[in-house]
Each structure stands twice: as C-alpha cells, then as structure tokens.
C-alpha cells in the first residue's frame, strides 16, 4: 500500500537546489567596487543559476543605459557586472521583476 | 534622579489625581464632536482649554510609541556627530513647546553636549514623575476593560505593558543608561587613490573590538584593500568620503556591536569554532553574527596588468 499523497511533490526539491554554490546563503549580494577613478562596478552575487543570466544581463543594460556582463566564477557561480553604481536600480529592478524576493537581497558598500 | 525631580510635581501629583476626572469631560466632548480630528490634534487642543498644569497630561496622552525611544540606544550610535548643526534648533523648540512630546528631541542628545544632556534628563525625570501620577490613575483606570464585559483592546494592552515596564524600570524612563557616544570618522584622501581613515584605531577600541575584525568588515564592504600605516591611520585603496565609512560603520555596529534584542552596546563579541557570537553583558542573550565574507570581486585592474 502506499501514501498515495507525497507522490506528486517533493517538498525538499528547493532545498536541493539551495545548496547549489550559486545560491550559498541564499541572499543574493549587491556590491560596489571601485576601480581607475572614479569609476565603479556594480556586481549582483547569488542569483539563482535557474534563470539565464544573459538574458537579465541584456535586460538590465538596456534598463540602466549602462554597459554589462556575466562572469563565471569558480565559487560563487555566475556574476552579474554592471558598470557604475546600479545598486538602488538593480534592487528595484529585481523585486519588480520577481526575480528576487526583497528580503533576500544583500546590498553592500558604502 | 528620578528622585529629586519627582519631588517638584508631587504638588501638582495631588492635582493630577483629580486630574483626570476634571480633565475628562472636555475631552469626551472633543471626542464627540470632532471624531474624524486626529490625536494630534486633540492634544493641542486639550492644551489650550486645560492651561499649563495638565501639560504633563498631554505626555500621557501621547501615544506610547513616541517614548521607545528612551529606550534603545542604537539612535546615538548612529549619529555620529552629525546632528550638532541641528541641535539649536531642538533647544528652541524644547523651550517653546516643551508641552509637546517631541521624538527628534530624543534623537539630538547623543553627543557631548552637556548642557543638552541635562535639559534632556530632566524631561525625562518630569515622564518620572508622570509615572508616580500615573500609578494613581492606573488604580482608577489603567484597566478600561475590567468592569465591562468588553475585550481590552490592543492599544490599551500596549499602553498597560509600557506602564508596567516603566514602573518596574525607572531607570529606562529617566534615561539613566549610559549613553553610547560615537566620534566621527576623520577621512582624508592620500593623493589621487587612496584615502585615510585616521582615527581607525581609535574608534575600533571605542567599540571594544579588534581592529582587525573591523578592518576585515570595512575591506568586504567597500570591496577594497588597504592596511595600516606607522600611524596607526588605516590605509584605503580607493577613494571614500567620510560619509560612506560612516554608514559601513555604522552598519558594523548595528551587526557586530549593539545587541541584537536590547540593543545595547555593552556587548563582547567572541570566536567559536570559526563562529562570531555577539554576547550582552546587559541583558545576556547570546547571539550569532554574520561572518564577514568578501564575497566576489571583479578583477578591476587592467587584463594587460595583470598578465604581466
Ligand atoms: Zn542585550
């Protein structure tokens, strides 16, 4: 005989993929770098590798009017580099999006 | 403390007993006749019919939410020194409408100023006093709901919790607790790269944490590199105002200093097994807090450079 409920869904499915390296603490961090000047860069850290990061990428540089790009990194996964501080926009931008929930976003820098 | 100032308006406490009864009916008429005026309002109003003594009454009136911030004292830590600029005008404002409960006046006192400080616990003592009067009243009404049938509502409930905590804790309503004073950062850039956090050191040990745990935060934060110098200034790469150090400080405390339930700064923060734990030497709770992670950071640096 079995349970004829559990069969269709796995609650754990999330939490399989929560442990991806990608996602880590499951925030996803907004930081500022400075570079040459005054010039900086904005990276978006821990987005979940379901979406096509390209794709947001693309959104984003034509949102912001800013150039951008995806980096794969070895340990966190694929990074977003905006160029200057795109920080509050990409916040918004996110959350209006549903692609993130507000109280995962991490935003660092000063 | 609470003494001292007390003993100025038991006069008036005597009063005050009555207070409430003889107050009472021009506020049940207000409430009838104006229901959509808002309580603001109706406090300036009961002020004017009910002339100086009952200004203390408008403090009770007041919403129990406009004296949190007696408090906490995380709004000291946050300020920094900004606020001198501003402090005239809350001294003038104190004199002039002493009668209105005021929050920003609570939020100017952090800083060395003396003679503020005074004032401000004086105000305090005078809510002291309040207190006294109000365990009068609470014989006769604290508890609304007691000899009705009705449920107590929640702003009653709210108001009951906030006179039984200052009842219990006197020193919490005299603001007898010692205030966290926090000393601006001194930023200067050095040439056209770096920049200058003076008096690094300094303010690491007036927070009572070692200087490299704040200096591992500052690097992640501003995503940057930097050391210390033969002066003790911490050296940054990059260029910072003093308003952004401020803020990632003032983000470390709210993480790493302040307790996370009380708020209170008397707190030690101690190793683990590779887990920080912020321990309150106030109210003992124990907690743990986020490791500082540097997390990703973009090669920034020309790619020509870096292959060299
Ligand atoms: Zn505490």
Not at chain 2, 56 to 74: G, K, T, Y
Not at chain 2, 110 to 116: M, R, V
Not at chain 2, 228 to 233: F, L, P, R, S, V
Request: charged residues 35%; hydrophobic residues 30%.
């Amino acid at each position: 005989m079995s349970i004829e409920n559990l069969k269709g869904f796995d609650p754990f499915a999330d939490a399989a993929k929560g442990d991806e390296e990608s996602v880590q603490d499951g925030l996803v961090h907004i930081r500022i770098q400075q570079r040459n000047g005054r010039k900086t860069l904005t990276t978006i850290q821990g987005l979940s590798a379901e979406y096509d990061l390209k794709k947001i990428v693309r959104a984003c540089k034509k949102e912001f009017a800013c150039n951008g790009t995806v980096v794969e990194h070895p340990e966190y996964g694929e990074v977003l580099q905006l160029q200057g501080d795109q920080r509050t926009k990409i916040c918004d931008w996110l959350v209006k999006c549903g692609l993130v929930k507000a109280d995962q976003l991490k935003v660092h820098g000063f | 403390m609470k003494d001292d100032e007390g003993e100025a308006p038991t006069a008036e406490a005597a009063e005050e007993v009555a207070g409430p009864q003889t107050t009472g009916p021009p506020e049940d008429d207000l409430d009838l006749d104006n229901l959509s005026k808002k309580k603001k309002k109706k406090k300036k109003k009961k002020l004017v019919l009910d002339g100086g003594e009952d200004e203390d009454e408008a403090h009770e009136a007041a919403d129990p939410d406009l004296d949190l911030p007696e408090i906490p004292d995380d709004i000291d830590l946050e300020s920094f020194g900004k606020k001198k600029k501003k402090k005239k005008q809350p001294l003038n404002l104190d004199e002039l409408d002493d009668a209105l409960p005021d929050e920003k006046e609570d939020d100017e006192v952090d800083l060395e100023s003396f003679g503020k400080k005074k004032k401000k616990k004086k105000r305090a003592g005078e809510l002291g006093g309040d207190d006294m009067k109000d365990d009068d009243k609470e014989n006769v009404e604290a508890n609304p709901w007691v000899d009705s049938d009705r449920d107590y509502t929640y702003d009653e409930l709210l108001q009951r919790v906030f006179n039984i905590m200052r009842d219990k804790n006197p020193e919490l309503v005299a603001g007898e607790k010692k205030r966290f004073v926090m000393r601006p950062p001194q930023v200067v850039r050095v040439g056209t790269k770096k920049t200058a956090f003076v008096n690094f050191t300094e303010i690491a040990k007036m927070l009572h944490r070692q200087p490299k745990h704040l200096l591992a935060f500052l690097f992640a934060e501003l995503g940057t590199v930097g050391a210390i110098d033969g002066n003790n200034q911490l050296i940054i790469k990059g260029r910072f105002q003093q308003k952004h150090i401020e803020n990632v400080l003032r983000r470390y405390i709210k993480e790493y200093v302040t307790c996370h339930t009380c708020r209170s700064p008397d707190t030690i923060l101690d190793k683990e097994t590779r887990l920080f734990f912020l321990q309150c030497m106030s109210c003992h709770s124990r907690c743990s807090v986020q490791t500082i992670k540097t997390g990703f950071q973009a090669i920034t640096s020309k790619r020509s450079k870096t292959k060299q």
